[in-house]
């Protein structure tokens, strides 16, 4: 079963706008980490955030943590075309090694 | 370096066979999972091997579904008596740590077809 949800489930901006998704798991996690992933196929790790974190910054990426609220939102800046993809939130819960993964949320960045 | 490869890239069978879709991880990567992604879902979590062993192998949906990993290092999954429900992608990764400690790299994926 999934863990977590991705909320929009679809998202269409114009390149140049920001793009926010949110994410929201049901367990107390290690940490939660985010990935892309285009046509279907493999997934590309963007950036991890422990559960003693609350924010973390990598490029244009920007990844808040709220532990008290089970949620998560990735924030991409300036976005560009090359950004569509599906975006994946993944939990690693409190003593278990794997991901959980959540729903996903469609990105379209349009020229 | 080299990524995480599976082959095939796509498998078409029939209900009834049996299959083996194989995964070679990233070399040095002791922990290797494996995951299966059904259209417009969020990959779901079926095995993970740290070293040879299964450590955890819960996530395998029933009993026709097997994973080895001998050496350490490839992994095979195998599907007995396949339904047309098992059709999805199915997804490798390698991590030289476990998960909570840091990021999974995955391969392409192998593209199963029950018919």
């Known amino acids: 079963s999934q863990q977590g949800e991705e909320d929009p489930q679809a998202l269409s901006i114009q390149e140049g706008e920001n793009a926010t998704m949110n994410c929201s798991y049901k367990?107390?996690?290690?940490?939660l980490q985010w990935y892309r992933q285009n046509s279907g196929r493999g997934l590309v790790h963007l950036i991890l955030?422990?559960?003693?974190?609350r924010e973390k910054h990598s490029g244009r990426l920007r990844v808040t943590l709220d532990t008290s609220k089970k949620s998560s939102s990735l924030l991409i800046t300036a976005s560009r075309a090359a950004d569509t993809a599906s975006y994946f939130c993944?939990?690693?819960?409190?003593?278990?090694?794997?991901?959980?993964f959540g729903t996903g949320t469609r990105l379209t960045v349009i020229p | 370096g080299a990524g995480v490869s599976q082959t095939p890239s796509n498998k078409v069978t029939e209900k009834g066979k049996y299959v083996e879709l194989r995964c070679d991880p990233i070399?040095?990567?002791?922990?290797l999972y494996w995951y299966r992604q059904s259209l417009g879902q969020g990959p779901e979590f079926l095995i993970y091997?740290?070293?040879?062993?299964?450590?955890?192998d819960s996530g395998l949906p029933n009993d026709r579904f097997f994973a080895v990993r001998p050496e350490g290092s490839v992994s095979t999954l195998k599907i007995q008596r396949t339904e047309r429900g098992d059709s999805a992608v199915y997804l490798c990764?390698?991590?030289?740590?476990?998960?909570?400690?840091?990021?999974?790299?995955f391969g392409p994926g192998t593209r199963l077809t029950v018919l």
């Open positions: 990764a390698s991590s030289l740590l476990l998960a909570r400690y840091n990021e999974q790299f």
């Open positions: 367990t107390s996690i290690n940490n």
């Open positions: 955030i422990r559960s003693n974190e």
């Open positions: 993944a939990t690693v819960m409190t003593g278990a090694n794997n991901l959980f």
């Open positions: 070399s040095g990567h002791t922990a």
């Open positions: 091997f740290q070293g040879t062993g299964a450590a955890d």
